[in-house]
């Protein structure tokens, strides 16, 4: 199978995935904080990917550039960037922090041709404006009239966003300057990283981890764990073995659609009938994935 083919099959998996976990995440954020809920994930996600390098990974040997490119992609994007998005999604509401995500795919497209030297065919392009507009239409419709566009909330969101896109960034130039680099190894170092992050800032703001777990009761314990493996773990390992394999313009464009299938996974959990406008954004995605996947060089 080729490689843009693989690279569309894990990024839709960590969409699906990640989209799913999110309904949770939620709520144990409200109860715990995001902070906690973060902390958590990356921790767990830490151990999962630490424990396939020792049982299941012939350690490659990264370069120290790629260490510290890796490193400091996790330290800043799954670290400081979570805390300005999710600031972003409690004042500016997520539907209107995630219209400004649309954009992100349209900066790889221009990363993607200069820097990565990646050709991407007539497909790409059309399916990268139908995920965009997807996320559009959904927007749209759920928008919060009570939310507004704040300087200091819209400011957090970009620089959210971009501390995001910088990580995004320097994990491909990190795949590109040395291929055989495993994702997996990749996974460790980034969620290194980021549990670093949140170590530093327990000194300064204490997240009290085990005391908070410890408060919850042993169904809720094992769905905390649950949704961190599912949401975060296999998310990471299947969003950068996409990243690995394809452009990251293409792998952001249906990445970004995640609160779609969110929205679709919240009724079929709740035994509500998505509306007219989720089922079209649901088709389109599909068109463009289909797009994607059957490319036509240019």
Not at 81 to 104: C, H, K, M, N, W
Request: contains cysteine; proline residues 3%; hydrophobic residues 55%.
């Amino acid at each position: 199978m080729a490689a843009h083919h693989l690279s569309a099959i894990f990024a839709l998996l960590a969409n699906l995935f990640f989209s799913f976990s999110s309904l949770f995440f939620g709520r144990f954020s409200q109860r715990l904080g995001s902070t906690w809920m973060n902390t958590l994930k990356a921790s767990i996600a830490l151990i999962g990917f630490g424990s396939l390098c020792v049982f299941f990974v012939d350690w490659a040997s990264p370069t120290q550039y790629q260490m510290v490119l890796f490193f400091i992609s996790g330290f800043i994007g799954l670290g400081i960037g979570d805390i300005f998005l999710l600031q972003a999604f409690a004042t500016l509401g997520p539907a209107r922090t995630l219209v400004l995500f649309s954009f992100q795919p349209m900066i790889f497209i221009f990363v993607d041709s200069y820097v990565f030297n990646y050709e991407l065919s007539a497909n790409n392009y059309t399916a990268i404006g139908i995920f965009i507009t997807c996320l559009a239409l959904f927007t749209y419709e759920n928008r919060n009239p009570n939310k507004s566009w704040a300087f200091t909330p819209l400011l957090f969101a970009l620089i959210g966003i971009a501390l995001d896109g910088v990580g995004i960034f320097m994990t491909k130039e990190a795949f590109a300057s040395e291929p055989a680099i495993d994702s997996i190894q990749a996974n460790f170092i980034r969620t290194a990283g980021a549990v670093i992050f949140y170590v530093l800032l327990n000194f300064v703001r204490p997240i009290h981890l085990i005391k908070k777990f410890n408060t919850l009761d042993r169904k809720l314990k094992f769905q905390a764990i649950g949704i961190s493996v599912l949401g975060t773990f296999l998310s990471l390992l299947c969003y950068l073995q996409a990243l690995k394999l394809g452009a990251a313009s293409v792998v952001t464009a249906i990445t970004v659609t995640g609160p779609i299938f969110s929205t679709l996974w919240e009724s079929f959990l709740d035994k509500k009938k998505p509306t007219k406008v989720l089922y079209l954004c649901l088709v389109m995605f599909l068109v463009a994935f289909y797009l994607n996947f059957n490319q036509i060089a240019n």
